[in-house]
C-alpha cells in the first residue's frame, strides 16, 4: 500500500484523474485472478498467493488517494460534504462483504477471490463508459473548453444552456488558482512549493491527524477483533464480533456522511475524540480489573457483555470522525498544484503508521500487557482529541479556493465567501478564451 500511494501523486498529475482512477484497477484484477487461481501443488507453496497480495496491496494504495481527490475536484460544494465520505463507505462496504463471504465459504477461499475480481472489473467499465475528466485538471493543462464541457456533464447543463451564476463562479475560481503547467513537473517542484504555508500547514495537520488515527488502537481493534475477544475471558463468538464491526462500520459512514453536512467536520472530529477516549478507556479500565484478578469468573462472565460494547462503541465513534474525516478532507485541503502528490504522501504515512501501530501490537501486549496497551491508546486519543481541537480547519461548505485562501493567509482570512471582484477578470479571460 505505501508503495501505490507513493505511485499515486506522479499518475494523478500526469494521467488525470480518470485514467489514473481506471489504470488502478488493473493490478487488483490481477492480483485477485492469481489469487483466485492459486494451486493446490505443493511445488507452488504460496508464491501466486503473496504475488498476489501484493498486486492488490499497491492497487489499494493507488486508489485510496485518486477517488477522494476526484470527488473533490468535481462535486458542488454544497453536495461535497456528503459525497466526500462515500470512498470511505466504499472501503467499509468491501469488508463487510468479504466478511460474509469468508463466514458462508470458510474453506474456499479461492472463491472468495474469484468473486472479488469482478469489483475491479466493473470498475474499469462504469469508468470508461461515465466518468468525465475532473475540470481541475483539465484547466491545470490549459484545456479551457473541455474543461467546460466536462463540468457540463458532470452536472448535466446542455451546451445550449448557459452554466449557472454559481457554476460560472466556480469555473472562475478554478481558473484563477489553476495556472497552466508543464507535463514535465518534478517531484523537485513539488517540494519547492511547499514552502507556500497554503502546502506544508495542511500537510504538517494532516501527517498528525493519520498519526493520532492510527496510533488510536482503531485498527488494532478492527484487525486483531477475534483475539481481543478471546484474551479478555468473555464467552462471545470473536466472528460474529467481526460482522457486527463490519456491520457498524458501514451504518455509521452513512451517517457521517450527512452529519458532516449539516454539522461540519470539527464538530464530528470533536465528538468522535470524546466517544473513543471514554470507551477505549473503559475498556482498559475492565481488562485492568479483569487481568489483575479484581474481577471474579462468576463476575466475568455476568458482565461479557461489557467488552463487546465498548469495542463495539470504539469503532462506532471512531468512523464518525477518527477513522473517516482525514481521508475524506485529504482531497479537500491542498492546492491543486501538489493536491496529488501532497494526497499521496499523506496516505502513504497512514499506511506506515497502521503497519506500524498493527504489528507493534503483539509485542506491546507482551511488553505492557494487555490494560496498558490499552491505556496508551487512550491517551494518544485524548492528545490528538485536543491538538485536532485547536488546528483541524472547517472545510465543509467552502469552495477549495477558499480552504487555499485560509491556510495563505493564516486562518485570519473570511472563507465563507469568495470575492465577486477577484474572479471578474477571470471571468473576462474565460469569456476571451471561448
Not at 13 to 25: A, S
Not at 145 to 152: D, I, K, S, V
Not at 393 to 408: M, N, S, Y
Request: some cysteine.
Amino acid at each position: 500500500m505505501p508503495a501505490g500511494c507513493l505511485l499515486m501523486g506522479p499518475l494523478l498529475t500526469r494521467l488525470g484523474r480518470r485514467r489514473t482512477l481506471m489504470l488502478v484497477n488493473f493490478p487488483s484484477v490481477l492480483g485477485w485472478l492469481l489469487i483466485a487461481t492459486a494451486p493446490h501443488s505443493e511445488n507452488w507453496p504460496l508464491y501466486l498467493v503473496y504475488v498476489g497480495r501484493l498486486l492488490t496491496g499497491i492497487s489499494t494504495g493507488l486508489v485510496s488517494t485518486a477517488a477522494v481527490v476526484y470527488v473533490s475536484e468535481v462535486i458542488d460544494r454544497t453536495l461535497r460534504g456528503v459525497v466526500v465520505t462515500w470512498p470511505s463507505l466504499g472501503v467499509a462496504l468491501g469488508i463487510l462483504i468479504v466478511y460474509v463471504l469468508g463466514s458462508i465459504f470458510q474453506e474456499n477461499w479461492r472463491l472468495v477471490a474469484g468473486i472479488s475480481t469482478c469489483v475491479p472489473i466493473i470498475s474499469i467499465a462504469l469508468i470508461w463508459y461515465i466518468l468525465p475528466e475532473s475540470p481541475v485538471w483539465l484547466l491545470a493543462r490549459g484545456n479551457v473548453e473541455e474543461a467546460e464541457l466536462c463540468m457540463r456533464k458532470i452536472r448535466h447543463v446542455p451546451l445550449e444552456e448557459r452554466l449557472t451564476e454559481d457554476m460560472q463562479k466556480e469555473l472562475d475560481a478554478m481558473m484563477a488558482s489553476n495556472t497552466p503547467r508543464s507535463n514535465n513537473r518534478t517531484w523537485r517542484d513539488d517540494l519547492a512549493y511547499l514552502k507556500r504555508p497554503e502546502a506544508y500547514k495542511p500537510l504538517l495537520i494532516f501527517n498528525s491527524f493519520f498519526f493520532f488515527q492510527q496510533f488510536s488502537g482503531i485498527y488494532v481493534i478492527i484487525f486483531y477483533a477475534v483475539n481481543i475477544i478471546r484474551e479478555s475471558g468473555v464467552n462471545f463468538d470473536g466472528y460474529l464480533a467481526t460482522v457486527l464491526i463490519g456491520v457498524s462500520r458501514v451504518v455509521i459512514t452513512v451517517i457521517i456522511s450527512y452529519a458532516s453536512k449539516r454539522f461540519g467536520r470539527r464538530m464530528l472530529c470533536n465528538v468522535s475524540g470524546i466517544g473513543m477516549t471514554l470507551s477505549t478507556g473503559s475498556l482498559a479500565i475492565f481488562l485492568s480489573l479483569s487481568h489483575g484478578g479484581t474481577i471474579s469468573h462468576e463476575t466475568l462472565l455476568t458482565h461479557s457483555w461489557f467488552p463487546i460494547t465498548a469495542l463495539l462503541l470504539c469503532v462506532l465513534t471512531g468512523t464518525l470522525g477518527f477513522l473517516t474525516l482525514p481521508f475524506a478532507m485529504i482531497g479537500e485541503v491542498f492546492p491543486a498544484a501538489i493536491r496529488g502528490s501532497a494526497a499521496g504522501f499523506c496516505t502513504f504515512m497512514a499506511t506506515i503508521f497502521c503497519f506500524m501501530a498493527v504489528k507493534l501490537y503483539p509485542e506491546m501486549r507482551l511488553w505492557m500487557g494487555y490494560h496498558n496497551v490499552f491505556t496508551f491508546y487512550t491517551v494518544i486519543i485524548v492528545v490528538g482529541t485536543i491538538v485536532m481541537y485547536f488546528v483541524l480547519p472547517e472545510t465543509q461548505g467552502k469552495t477549495l479556493e477558499e480552504v487555499e485562501d485560509f491556510f495563505r493567509n493564516g486562518g485570519k482570512a473570511s472563507c465563507n465567501k469568495t470575492s465577486r471582484n477577484k474572479l471578474l477578470p477571470t471571468k473576462i479571460a474565460l469569456e476571451g478564451t471561448r
